[in-house]
């Protein structure tokens, strides 16, 4: 199937990939949002953290999964649910594809736009701070206020320990959120997806005039100007239940999709889309 034909095929899934479960913040809003479309989720976990790695490793693992998706799935649409892919890979990869790649930053940075926003605080990993994606597009979409971006390089992969050790959690977002407690910040965005599964620990530490945004509902009304401007809707009761891919740990990653999400069923199996973008090699114990 061609390329063309794939954004025309109303049955065709959407793919959605993080490095591992910050994620499925995402995906549970999609599936919230767009009941009758099916998803597949690619959570990179073997090189699971992101925020520590090159800007060409992540282009290349950013690349491999939207390939991977098109070639094997024959998805109508991606929606990196990463930031740090969105930060370092998406504006240089996507001229690679023709079926839309959705990031977190530029729906963010419009949802911003649309508020009464003057101070704004951004927490995100050290890759997409040192990046710094949100800013170029906070000021290129016309934003002029204060923006401040604090590196948090231990939380995901505390978040990713799963049961979270609160108490830790709590111990690192505390450090993190000083220069936010001053009282003279509006907002903060959640620069990495895996922050709002730990908002009952974070908005707490925040001062409370404080508006805390989450991208999963922004990058929700960015799939679905998408699905319209494509004319790829689904469009019917009808939808395969979404199903989840990692590299590694697949009881682990199963035991997480359970315990954070209400989605079912759940249908996980471990890939290697590194050896054969086209051809995927299964591991034994995959269900």
Known sequence: MSQTAQLRNNNAPIGVFDSGIGGLSVLSTLIKYF???SFIYYADNGNMPYGNKTKEQIQKYSANIIRWFMHVHKVKMVVAACNTSSALALEDISKEFTIPIIGTIIPIAQTVLS???????????????????????????GFNGKITAVPCPELVPLIETHPF????????????LKPFQNGQFDTLIYGCTHYPLIKDIIEPLLPGNI???????????????NLNITAVNQGSESKAPALFYCNRDKEDFE??????????????????????????????NTI
Do not use: W
Request: some cysteine; hydrophobic content about 40%; glycine content about 2%.
């Open 35 to 37: 009941p009758y479309e």
């Open 255 to 284: 035991r997480k999709i359970r315990s954070l999400t209400s989605i079912h069923p759940i249908v996980v199996n471990c890939v290697s889309i590194e050896k054969d973008i086209t051809r995927p090699i299964l591991f034994e």
């Open 165 to 176: 050790n609160r108490m830790v959690l709590a111990e690192y977002a505390q450090h993190y």
């Open 115 to 141: 508020m009464n926003c003057s101070n704004i605080g951004i927490i995100a990993t050290k890759a997409t701070v040192s990046s710094g994606f949100h800013e170029i597009t906070l000021r290129k979409h």
């Open 211 to 225: 508006k805390t945004l989450c991208p999963s509902f922004a990058i929700a009304q960015h799939v679905q100007q």
